[in-house]
Nanobody, 122 residues
Framework: QVQLVESGGGLVQAGGSLRLSCAAS????????MGWFRQAPGKEREFVAR????????SYASSVQGRFTISRDNVKNTMYLQMSSLKPEDTAVYYC???????????????WGQGTQVTVSS
């Protein structure tokens, strides 16, 4: 089992920044690829970013490319999502998740956090 807890969400004005954190406990964090997903009201959960187990590989959804940065610290067992130039359409509940394979498919992630709300006002 891997337990994941997100933090860092909140209300921010358009153009602002937030940094989300995902703290992991349980099984060896560094064995897992990690991802960030988000779900807006009335919409399906969507992929935001992923990072390989060592942190050397990252990829992003086109909607956040160049604005968001995913990273991880395997000593602190924590993953981050630095979000900049935020837009109202970034408003959603953001979830972190852990997976053995490095994938954008939410169905292949085994462990999920409870989510943290990000609201971007215009």
């Amino acid at each position: 089992q891997v337990q994941l807890v997100e933090s860092g969400g909140g209300l921010v004005q358009a153009g602002g920044s937030l940094r989300l954190s995902c703290a992991a406990s349980g099984r060896t964090f560094s064995n897992y690829a990690m991802g960030w997903f988000r779900q807006a009201p009335g919409k399906e959960r969507e992929f935001v970013a992923r990072i390989g187990s060592s942190g050397s590989y990252t990829s992003y959804a086109s909607s956040v490319q160049g604005r968001f940065t995913i990273s991880r610290d395997n000593v602190k067992n924590t993953m981050y999502l630095q979000m900049s130039s935020l837009k109202p359409e970034d408003t959603a509940v953001y979830y972190c998740a852990a997976s053995r394979p490095l994938t954008t498919d939410a169905r292949r992630y085994d462990y999920w956090g409870q989510g943290t709300q990000v609201t971007v006002s215009s």
